[in-house]
């Protein structure tokens, strides 16, 4: 026979272990009362998951550079956009069981959350490697179709960006190209089954930076 527990669930500990399954990179670690550490919950970092605006507060001991949160918000971000089917570049469009997508990879990963949510079983990414010419970015002030062209390789043809390459001489070198990992996979995360893999191609400029940023949004590597 099986010992009576004596008492009831910690329902404290099993709250964050949901919400952890959620939201990895909101789980922290503290000490309990019994001097032993103990998971915990950044409230701060989850009230900006839950946010659609950049929320303002003090930092803490964590890997967090200028940009994150609004790179939280970029990825919760809804778009009005959908796939378009194009039969005619096509091949056996009518037995075909693959899908091949064009376009911007941080809006393709949005649309694909509804349909693909935690059914895929592989995702395999070769991102910019941030050697400093390899990372182009869009800056976040608008620009008159007028002033450049797109044809010059300045102005991004789906938008009216200007468009940077992350040179070393950038002040936010590293931090602009954790942001544009951080939202992407948050939501490559999304899409993983309970028995999904990621791989990821990356060199040395980088891969310290990646290991941790895997380390919030995946749960650990």
Excluded at 9 to 38: H, M, Q, S, W, Y
Excluded at 52 to 80: C, L, M, Q, S
Excluded at 129 to 156: H, L, P
């Amino acid at each position: 026979m099986d010992k009576m527990r004596m008492e009831t669930p910690d329902l404290t500990a099993r709250n964050v272990e949901r919400i952890g399954a959620l939201f990895p990179n909101c789980v922290t670690e503290t000490v309990g009362a019994d001097g032993k550490p103990k998971k915990a919950i950044n409230f701060d970092l989850l009230r900006q998951m839950l946010s659609g605006d950049v929320i303002e507060g003090d930092e803490a001991y964590e890997f967090t550079w200028v940009g994150k949160k609004a790179a939280i918000v970029e990825a919760n971000k809804p778009i009005r956009k959908t796939l378009r089917p194009c039969p005619a570049e096509s091949v056996d469009w009518d037995t075909t069981e693959n899908l091949y997508i064009e376009g911007d990879n941080l809006e393709v990963l949005k649309l694909l959350q509804e349909s693909y949510l935690g059914k895929v079983k592989m995702i395999y990414i070769d991102p910019p490697y941030n050697t400093g010419n390899d990372f182009i970015y869009r800056d976040d002030f608008g620009q008159s179709s007028g002033e450049y062209a797109v044809e010059s390789g300045q102005i991004d043809e789906d938008s009216e960006f200007r468009m940077f390459r992350n040179t070393d001489s950038n002040g936010r070198f590293h931090s602009d190209w954790c942001s544009m990992m951080y939202s992407r996979l948050m939501l490559a995360r999304n899409l993983l089954s309970d028995d999904g893999i990621i791989f990821i191609s990356i060199d040395d400029a980088e891969v310290f930076n990646l290991r941790k940023i895997c380390d919030e949004t995946l749960g650990g590597v």
